[in-house]
T-cell receptor, first 114, second 114 residues
Framework: ELKVEQNPLFLSMQEGKNYTIYCNYS?????LYWYRQDPGKSLESLFV?????AVKQEGRLMASLDTKARLSTLHITAAVHDLSATYFC??????????????FGTGTLLAVQP | DGGITQSPKYLFRKEGQNVTLSCEQN?????MYWYRQDPGQGLRLIYY???????QKGDIAEGYSVSREKKESFPLTVTSAQKNPTAFYLC?????????????FGPGTRLLVL
């Protein structure tokens, strides 16, 4: 059974600082997604990582995937208050298959303090 | 504008009552999904449909039912057999279900038990 773990679960950081959120998963997969959720809102797609070594960047966020280590990271550079949200990683549990079934991590609540 | 709509935004259920949550998309996506989110947790897959007139159970299907009679619609019924239905319900869709397809989420429905 595929399990997805994120850490930390809660992250309080100051504006201007850098930090990394980690997403570990337990079985083979080469498809990983990062989403953002604002309080009381739906999920917004941030990144789709579809191969080992994939790296994607958008603004102050950069995501990478290491399928051999079963690890994805979401790196935040020079945080700003607008990045405060909950970040989820999700792994496609149908490795080699065709169902696009996602298993979500528990999320990382990011609070950026001025 | 293309997107996913869910209604109602809030729904109250009485004991023993079945309720139906609506999900409509005009993105011409083949695949649709229903997730449940409990406070402070990630999303869990209830049901998914890869094509019209076909659907499969996800990880927590007990107490729920769905139909997919039209490509753009994927309603979820929460039956009286679901003993703990209070949660945030999110519908999503993707172009296909072949893996590697980004899932786009609707705004969600909050279900509360009276």
């Amino acid at each position: 059974e595929l399990k997805v773990e994120q850490n930390p679960l809660f992250l309080s950081m100051q504006e201007g600082k850098n930090y990394t959120i980690y997403c570990n998963y337990s079985t083979t997969s080469d498809r990983l997604y990062w989403y953002r959720q604002d309080p009381g809102k739906s999920l917004e797609s941030l990144f789709v990582l579809l191969s080992n070594g994939a790296v994607k960047q958008e603004g102050r966020l950069m995501a990478s995937l290491d399928t051999k280590a079963r690890l994805s990271t979401l790196h935040i550079t020079a945080a700003v208050h607008d990045l405060s949200a909950t970040y989820f990683c999700a792994v496609d549990g149908s490795y080699g298959g065709a169902t696009n079934k996602l298993i979500f991590g528990t999320g990382t609540l990011l609070a950026v303090q001025p | 504008d293309g997107g996913i709509t869910q209604s109602p935004k809030y729904l109250f259920r009485k004991e023993g009552q079945n309720v139906t949550l609506s999900c409509e998309q005009n993105l011409n996506h083949d695949a649709m999904y229903w997730y449940r989110q409990d406070p402070g947790q990630g999303l869990r897959l209830i049901y998914y449909s890869q094509i019209v007139n076909d659907f499969q159970k996800g990880d927590i299907a007990e107490g729920y039912s769905v139909s997919r009679e039209k490509k753009e619609s994927f309603p979820l019924t929460v039956t009286s057999a679901q003993k703990n239905p209070t949660a945030f319900y999110l519908c999503a869709s993707s172009i296909g279900a072949g893996g590697g397809e980004t899932q786009y989420f609707g705004p969600g429905t909050r279900l509360l038990v009276l």
